[in-house]
């Protein structure tokens, strides 16, 4: 085993135990922006994007960096983006219990 | 390490951290927006960081370029216009189809690696297993997530879709994915072996969406999510970038805890749901 392929090993493992550590319990409101957070998080994928359209030389890999960029695209803009809209919906919304407080009747 | 090398590698560990950081802000609703653009902050930097690198490198061609631009460009409108235009309700369906692509980006780089090493190249297992895991699990949330966005929609039909036979399709389809597996690692690079690949795990995600109801489908939304992570987390491994092993590897473990809790949520076990067909159509949701 080279120890590049070690290393790289080593940095999964413990980003998978990272992954399962920081997630606690949360409200079922937030799971839905939660694993929608997460999908954009996986956009990073893009950064694959450019390393292949840097090494394409062909037809064929023109093509393949083309769908690997726009897919990875959309990925990221699009998730990020609509991440960012469900989440906006909470902040408008009152708090749930702290509704019709008394600042709002003054 | 050249100082461009040392340089990137720590702006990719920071924008990790900010993932991280993202991700454990995003568990309170509080907190939740910095928390997403925390990780958006991330991105960008890990997204400045490979343009200068390609740029300082300056082996991609002007072709390479204009793909990178063109896809990149069309992708970026397609996906916000999309995001912005949703309505709430509809909102489920477009993760799903942002998570499609997502393992489709994946399996597109580790078939371009493969290929990369040119027809009749003997390779070693520590490049062919990465490979293979990325283009199988991206192929297979790939039409996954595409049925599964159907679903959502109503452009598929939310009841369970069974068929006779389905079981032994199943079974002939595993049964070529792994043969695929076994060609590619154990045989010299040929273009059909990974064709085979893909096609096959394109066939097993409809067959692993198809019979599952409509109501259930966020909760495979999560698991395909979470497949999505780890298929770009074996791409990081092909191209040899480690923000691509973290950022994967986190989406993959954090995305089955809440899979696990989504579920949990909906009173059912995920193996439940995946076996599918228990009367869970859109009629009972």
Redesign the interface.
């Known amino acids: 085993m080279s120890e590049e392929l070690f290393t790289n090993l080593a940095i999964f493992v413990l980003s998978l135990l990272v992954g399962f550590e920081v997630m606690s319990k949360i409200p079922a409101t937030l799971q839905t922006p939660m694993m929608s957070g997460a999908n954009a998080i996986h956009g990073v994928v893009i950064v694959g994007a450019f390393v292949i359209a840097a090494e394409a030389n062909s037809t064929l890999f023109y093509i393949l960096a083309f769908f690997g960029a726009f897919f990875a695209a959309v990925n990221v803009a699009g998730g990020y983006t609509v991440t960012d809209r469900m989440l906006g919906m909470f902040d408008r919304k009152p708090k749930p219990g702290n509704n019709a407080g008394e600042g709002d009747q003054k | 390490m050249s100082i461009l090398q040392t340089c990137s590698s720590l702006v990719y560990l920071v ?2 951290v900010c ?2 950081m ?3 802000l ?4 509080k907190t ?2 910095q ?3 925390l ?2 902050i991330g ?1 960008l930097m ?2 400045v ?3 200068i ?2 740029l300082i ?1 300056g ?3 002007t ?6 631009l ?11 216009v ?3 235009k ?1 309505p ?1 309700t509809d ?2 369906q ?2 799903s ?3 499609a ?2 393992g ?3 399996a ?2 580790g ?3 493969y ?2 090493k040119g027809d009749g190249a003997s390779l070693s297992i ?1 490049f062919s297993l990465p490979v293979l895991l990325d283009v199988i699990i991206g192929g297979i949330t790939f039409s996954g997530s595409l049925i599964a966005t159907g679903k959502l929609s109503g452009h598929v039909s939310g009841k369970p879709i069974t068929f006779p036979g389905a079981r032994l399709l199943n079974i002939l389809v595993v049964i070529a994915i792994l043969g695929s597996a076994v060609m590619m690692i154990g045989f010299t690079t040929n273009v059909w072996y990974v064709v085979l690949g893909l096609a096959m795990s394109l066939c097993f995600g409809l067959l692993m969406t198809l019979p599952i109801g409509g109501a259930d489908m ?1 909760v495979v ?2 698991l395909l ?2 497949f ?2 780890l298929a ?2 074996f ?3 092909v ?20 899979t696990l ?2 579920a949990e ?1 909906m009173n059912r076990s995920v193996a439940n749901i995946l076996a599918g067909g228990f009367g869970t159509g859109d009629s009972d949701s």
Do not use: C
Not at chain 2, 70 to 80: K, Q, R
Not at chain 2, 239 to 256: R, S
């Open positions: 924008s990790a993932y991280v993202g991700v454990h995003m568990r309170s609703p939740a927006r928390g997403n653009g990780s958006a991105m890990a997204v960081t490979i343009v690198n390609v490198e082996k991609i061609t072709m390479g370029w204009g793909v990178l063109v896809g990149g460009i069309l992708g970026i409108v397609y996906g916000a999309k995001a912005q949703v709430m909102v489920p477009l993760v189809l942002f998570n692509v997502g489709g980006a994946a597109v780089i078939i371009f690696d290929l990369m520590a966020p939304v999560s999510n979470a999505t992570g770009v987390a791409a990081g491994f191209i040899n970038n480690q923000v691509l092993i973290i950022a994967g590897a986190l989406v993959g473990a954090a995305g089955t805890i809440l809790q989504m949520a």
